[in-house]
């Protein structure tokens, strides 16, 4: 009896916690926006509660939240955010998060000595010391008639062979346009894989996954190596951010108990 006594603490312990938590958890009426217009289709994950839901075509959504919970907030054509619950939104039940839009800027160029005026710069402009061709064309250019190509076909280089970015093989053959743009792609997947753990520790944060998933920091990288099985690196780059938290968060417990 003695034995399992604390053990039996230890269990109304866990269930009175929980039962705390949810009772200080309430559900807010949120809103995405970008310039005051609401986002649609926008994913907000509760990291702390570890539910999420999605924004409807409005950009409203619900969600159970406490004082203090991490919201992640996570859409294609914006930047991805993290929010902390604060007690005003606790007291107005009201949560508005502003997105920022993912622009690519070009680099800005300077047009010198311009006036704006285009007839006055076409004017001004500076006289061409490039030297001209001699070169006279009329109409009837047009129309002439080539004569055949006398230089022979067998002495002419073979193009294909010249610009195939492959290069020909041990038997002479090169390897066709689709064998090509298929190793390109699979250079370019290569890439996204090298950056993926880094990339994903970065937006979740090393805390989520050695607090929340119980997974040690030297074995993230493991842990998600382990997770790819379940196509976790294509639902990421796919914005499919909820089904690649709850990946994680099933997925740690057996790799936890694979572990240890």
């Known amino acids: 009896m003695n034995i399992k006594l604390p053990f039996f603490f230890i269990i109304c312990i866990s269930i009175l916690k929980s039962y705390s938590q949810e009772k200080d958890a309430i559900t807010i009426q949120g809103e995405v926006v970008n310039n005051s217009k609401g986002i649609e289709n926008v994913h907000v994950y509760n990291i702390s509660k570890r539910k999420g839901t999605i924004t409807n075509n409005a950009g409203k959504f619900e969600l159970n939240v406490a004082l203090n919970d991490t919201l992640y907030i996570s859409s294609l054509q914006y930047k991805k955010l993290t929010i902390i619950v604060s007690q005003n939104n606790i007291a107005s039940k009201q949560l508005i998060i502003e997105l920022t839009a993912n622009v690519n800027e070009l680099d800005e160029v300077f047009l010198k000595h311009l006036s704006g005026n285009l007839r006055a710069d076409m004017a001004s402009r500076p006289k061409e010391t490039t030297p001209q061709v001699g070169y006279v064309y009329s109409k009837k ?120």
């Open 141 to 260: 250019d047009l129309y002439k008639q080539l004569p055949d190509d006398s230089y022979q076909k067998s002495k002419r280089p073979n193009a294909h062979a010249i610009t195939d970015p492959i290069g020909p093989l041990s038997n002479g053959i090169s390897l066709p346009a689709k064998g090509y743009e298929k190793m390109l792609k699979q250079k370019r997947e290569l890439a996204l894989r090298k950056d993926f753990s880094k990339k994903i520790q970065n937006e979740f944060g090393i805390e989520y996954f050695t607090k929340d998933l119980k997974i040690e920091a030297d074995q993230i990288n493991n842990f998600l190596s382990y997770c790819e099985y379940y196509e976790i690196f294509e639902k990421y780059y796919d914005n499919k951010v909820l089904e690649v938290l709850n990946i994680l968060k099933k997925e740690s417990k057996t790799y936890n108990e694979i572990k240890h």
